[in-house]
Nanobody, 123 residues
Framework: QVQLVESGGGLVQAGGSLRLSCVLS????????MGWFRQAPGKNREFVAA????????NYNEAVQGRFTISREDARNTVYLQMTSLKPEDTAVYYC????????????????WGQGTQVTVSS
């Protein structure tokens, strides 16, 4: 059974940092592009960042470029999202997702999704 489990969300003040983690089980982690998406209240889910299966391609939403860093650790079947200089507009439920191809911003390309972790940034 394939499972993606996110962790690391929480409440942080503006300017602070958080690191999200997502563990994939039930599949070969190194076969997958891993992506992070987020959904704020009343808004559509949007792309945040993605990293290819070899880690040689990375893509970021312009809104987080320079503040967020995606990385992966295949030995732990884990993808990370290091978030710094957080802003209130980063408040959202953050989801990780897995894709066998490379279409990083296309949500329909991802066939496995986690349940999400809440990130709240106070002003």
């Amino acid at each position: 059974q394939v499972q993606l489990v996110e962790s690391g969300g929480g409440l942080v003040q503006a300017g602070g940092s958080l690191r999200l983690s997502c563990v994939l089980s039930g599949r070969t982690f190194s076969d997958y592009t891993m992506g992070w998406f987020r959904q704020a209240p009343g808004k559509n889910r949007e792309f945040v960042a993605a990293i290819s299966w070899h880690g040689d391609r990375i893509n970021y939403n312009e809104a987080v470029q320079g503040r967020f860093t995606i990385s992966r650790e295949d030995a732990r079947n884990t993808v990370y999202l290091q978030m710094t200089s957080l802003k209130p507009e980063d408040t959202a439920v953050y989801y990780c997702a897995a894709d066998r191809g490379w279409a990083p911003t296309n949500q329909d390309a991802y066939d496995q999704w986690g349940q999400g972790t809440q990130v709240t940034v106070s002003s």
